[in-house]
């Protein structure tokens, strides 16, 4: 196999969010990928502020701001002053936050489950376990 890594790797991300976009606007719900990412991280994190977020996602906090905005203007999140600093303000899904959140989540299912075919489940453990390193390797990385 010739392709390089980039590329192929490339190809994988483009063509994996372009399917889920594709498949949720389908179904009638205008998101754009920094907000299903948002969705992703908000319902997994305990106590999500906008700091959070903007670290964890490599964000400047101008952009992020805007994010949050138009999502709580899109019913999607919602924020509540946080008891422990009231500095800031704690993230979390609204009802149809988390209705698109689900249409999202069964979507990636069923995109994940093609991707799947022809392999053992040692390959994509593998796979896993070289997207982490590699992950982890960038993380810290200026390049």
Do not use: W, Y
């Not at 980039?6 to 907000?35: C, H, Y």
């Not at 903007?54 to 509540?80: C, F, N, P, T, V």
């Amino acid at each position: 196999m010739n392709t390089e890594l980039p590329d192929s790797f490339l190809a994988l991300t483009f063509r994996f969010k372009s399917l889920v976009l594709k498949a949720i606007r389908a179904q009638g719900v205008e998101v754009v990928p920094m907000e299903i990412q948002s969705l992703h991280l908000i319902n997994r994190t305990e106590h999500c502020t906008a700091a959070f977020m903007s670290e964890h996602m490599d964000r400047d906090k101008g952009q992020l701001a805007r994010l949050i905005k138009d999502m709580i203007k899109k019913g999607l999140i919602e924020k509540a002053k946080n008891p422990n600093d009231t500095r800031s303000h704690l993230l979390s899904l609204t009802n149809n936050g988390k209705a698109v959140l689900e249409q999202v989540l069964s979507i990636e299912a069923k995109i994940i489950q093609n991707m799947r075919v022809g392999l053992t489940p040692e390959q994509i453990d593998v796979f896993n376990e070289v997207a982490v390193i590699m992950t982890a390797n960038l993380k810290d990385s200026d390049c």
